[in-house]
């Protein structure tokens, strides 16, 4: 059974930072481009980051970019999100998942910048709440 499982989330406050951990079960991450999202209260499920399989190629939302740090560690089969300079605004539930499409077709993606969408990736795990404090 694929089972992706989220934590590091907690409460900060304005200009912290935090470790978000998606570990899997059941598929290996390392062939897979794994996104990062977040949903605050009344918001739209919206993508923050992606790293691809195979070339690792990585993607961004604007409003993240210099903050966030995307990465894998295949050994452990875990994507980090390294979050700095946290603002009120990055409060949100994240949760990660796997991208059904191919990999050359994400590092295309990637490459241009396109944003993500929440229709190209699944296994959701059950999200991370982070909270930042002003």
């Known amino acids: 059974q694929v089972q992706l499982v989220e934590s590091g989330g907690g409460l900060v406050q304005s200009g912290g930072s935090l470790r978000l951990s998606c570990a899997a079960s059941?598929?290996?991450?390392?062939?897979?481009?794994v996104g990062w999202f977040r949903q605050a209260p009344g918001k739209q499920r919206e993508g923050v980051s992606c790293?691809?399989?195979?070339?690792?190629?990585?993607y961004y939302a604007d409003s993240v970019k210099g903050r966030f740090t995307i990465s894998r560690d295949n050994a452990k089969n875990t994507v980090y999100l390294d979050m700095i300079s946290l603002k009120p605004e990055d409060t949100a539930v994240y949760y990660c998942?796997?991208?059904?499409?191919?990999?050359?077709?994400?590092?295309?993606?990637?490459?241009?910048?396109?944003?993500?969408?929440?229709?190209?990736?699944?296994?959701w795990g059950q999200g991370t709440q982070v909270t930042v404090s002003s």
């Open positions: 059941g598929l290996s991450l390392e062939h897979y481009a």
């Open positions: 998942a796997t991208d059904s499409l191919p990999m050359s077709i994400r590092a295309e993606k990637n490459r241009i910048g396109e944003a993500l969408s929440t229709g190209d990736f699944g296994g």
């Open positions: 790293i691809n399989g195979g070339d690792d190629s990585t």
